[in-house]
């Protein structure tokens, strides 16, 4: 079965360092999601892809995150600098435009001490 | 805004009962509604994805309506067994596909 892959699975940083979460989207999904979950939050939208091109990125704190997808099997999701409260789960899906629903990743865990 | 609400938060059942998750949302102009599974420190798994043309879907024993007119989608889950037992959500997609708005999830214990 096609899946969506992210790297690291874990990651443990010290407040103040950058973080990189990497997602590989299923070949030829045009349409990639981060999402981030907490036990408080439950599941928020940080930003999402179409076609490469960033549609909404508005749950993400502008300040310390960012998120491209340089080619169409890359998205990266960026921290700089991390702080405990960032401390949870990522997770990115993609999907394709039309019937289909979307494929989450198995996330990254991060936790920043 | 789409609220996704699911009842109950939690439900603990004896193996082999049929049991009834419950998703309501706000807005009924939907494009389609999935119902996820999640286990403990893993990822998502999708389980049934409704169009919102469709009234129902089924897979093995997990059976997914959708009245879109209420608003209201239940996950049927027949004979259920433990290892049923994780967090199910249920997440809708709006016509305008921007975003997928989760519900906060029913989390089940099915005890043998």
């Known amino acids: 079965d096609a899946r969506v892959t992210q790297t690291p699975r874990h990651k443990v940083t010290e407040m103040g360092q950058e973080v990189t979460m990497r997602c590989q989207p299923i070949?030829?999904?045009?349409?990639v999601f981060w999402y981030r979950q907490t036990m408080m939050q439950g599941l928020e939208l940080l930003a999402y892809?179409?076609?490469?091109?960033?549609?909404?990125d508005s749950g993400m704190p502008k300040d310390r995150f960012s998120a491209e997808m340089p080619d169409a099997t890359l998205a990266t999701l960026k921290i700089q600098p991390s702080e405990p409260r960032d401390s949870a789960v990522y997770f990115c899906?993609?999907?394709?435009?039309?019937?289909?629903?979307?494929?989450f990743g198995s996330g990254t865990r991060l936790t920043v001490v | 805004k789409q609220e996704v609400t699911q009842i109950p938060a939690a439900l603990s059942v004896p193996e082999g009962e049929n049991l009834v998750l419950n998703c309501s949302f706000t807005?009924?102009?939907?494009?389609?509604l999935q119902w996820f599974r999640q286990d403990p420190g893993k990822g998502l798994t999708s389980l049934l994805l409704?169009?919102?043309?469709?009234r129902e879907q089924t897979s093995g024993r997990l059976n997914a309506s959708l009245d879109k007119s209420s608003g209201r989608s239940t996950l049927y889950i027949a004979a259920s067994q433990p290892g049923d037992s994780a967090t199910y959500l249920c997440?809708?997609?709006?016509?305008?596909?921007?975003?997928?708005?989760f519900g906060s999830g029913t989390k089940l214990n099915v005890k043998p």
């Open positions: 997440a809708v997609r709006p016509g305008d596909f921007n975003k997928f708005y």
């Open positions: 892809f179409r076609n490469r091109a960033p549609l909404d």
């Open positions: 899906a993609s999907g394709f435009i039309g019937t289909d629903g979307y494929t």
């Open positions: 409704i169009q919102s043309s469709q």
């Open positions: 807005d009924s102009a939907i494009y389609n």
């Open positions: 070949l030829g999904h045009n349409t």
